[in-house]
């Protein structure tokens, strides 16, 4: 099928050039240098952080402007500056990034009037018109609450959860995957669960995504004890009202997932090191739409409140990390480099 800019008209040669000199001008031949982020999911709690995966940088020609919003909400203020570049060329590397690799774009300090570097991404292309071949980049500057999200080097990958609710928990609840680990009537299955606002981009179904909407805690005050490095710790019973988001999932999948957590619930529900069921859990549908196909999704929801020690939690995610063999690439200048190991800080690149 032919597509929409293949039925458009041709680049005009004298417009384009009269436009690229114009934003020369305008930009002072401005070069914007951009690197290159890997992904980095932390195994215990499913959160995401960013770090140089080691390619070139890629130096882009064009003009940048922003505009700067200010936003004062309950417990931050911040300037939001809104990122427009626009190329005289299209960028390969801002059009073909992969879905685990992300191009943060640096003004060196004090272009930004405020004496620090200005990074920012993009989320969109847009507004391009084929006659004139200029292609137009929107984003948003990194905020200054999301800099601990971008890391300088791999060492500085953390070295435990960041989470402190039951998400971890409910990672390591995959579904039945075998002997022992299941009842036996239930059929093997096992599904990826994503945390809360972390689900995977464009992530097929059928999955499962954690949001937790409320946490209290069941208890006075917290215990205080020691660990066995000597440093002191707290620990405290809570209780967390659950939704359990279940993408592509159709009646009898979702019953059976269910039934698997009732068994769960069941089984080591009386553990210290697990989380206890407080209300009768139940499935119900949950409308997602697309109009331009006149139909909508398969999604289920299932909602349930459970208690559980906020040390549980970690003690699962530990068991999740040792469960967890990936192999980590870090891409060089002139080199791919395959390591495999459990992704676990402080020493994911071990020599």
């Known amino acids: 099928m032919s597509g929409i800019l293949s039925a458009a008209q041709p680049v005009n040669t004298t417009m384009h050039d009269s436009l690229v000199g114009g934003l020369k001008e305008l930009s ?208 405290q019973l809570v209780k967390d009202t659950v939704a359990l988001h279940l993408w592509g999932f159709n009646h009898i999948q979702a019953t059976q997932y269910l039934d698997y957590l009732l068994w769960f619930f069941e089984t080591y529900g009386g553990s210290v090191d697990s989380m206890g069921l407080m209300s009768e859990p139940f499935i119900r549908d949950s409308v997602a739409i697309q109009s331009e196909l006149n139909t909508r999704s398969q999604k289920k929801v299932i909602e349930l409140k459970v208690s559980y020690y906020q040390s549980a939690a970690l003690v699962s995610s530990m068991k999740l990390i040792e469960q967890t063999t990936p192999f980590i690439t870090v891409e060089a200048a002139n080199a791919t480099v395959n390591i495999e190991g459990k992704s676990v800080p402080p020493d994911p690149f071990p020599t």
């Open 28 to 235: 002072g031949n401005q070069q914007v240098t951009f690197r290159e982020y890997q992904k980095y999911v932390l195994p215990a709690d499913g959160y995401v952080f960013w770090f140089p995966s080691g390619a070139p940088d890629v130096v882009v020609e064009g003009s940048l402007h922003y505009i700067v919003q200010q936003s004062q909400e309950v417990d931050q203020s911040r300037g939001i500056n809104n990122v427009i570049f626009t190329a005289q060329e299209s960028c390969s590397a801002l059009n073909s990034i992969g879905k685990d690799r992300l191009l943060i774009g640096t003004l060196p300090k004090g272009m930004d009037n405020q004496g620090a570097d200005f990074k920012f991404a993009f989320n969109q292309r847009g507004s391009y018109y084929q006659t004139a071949d200029l292609h137009h980049y929107t984003g948003t500057a990194v905020w200054p609450t999301m800099e601990t999200q971008i890391l300088e080097s791999a060492a500085d990958l953390p070295t435990s959860k960041i989470l402190s609710n039951s998400i971890p928990l409910f990672m390591a609840l995959a579904g039945p995957q075998g002997a022992g680990i299941q009842p036996s009537w239930l059929p093997n299955a096992s599904y990826t669960v994503y945390p809360e606002y972390l689900a995977e981009e464009n992530a097929a179904p059928p999955y499962i995504a954690v949001e937790i909407r409320n946490t209290e805690s069941l208890q006075i005050q917290a215990y205080r004890y020691n660990r066995a490095d000597g440093t002191a710790a707290r620990d």
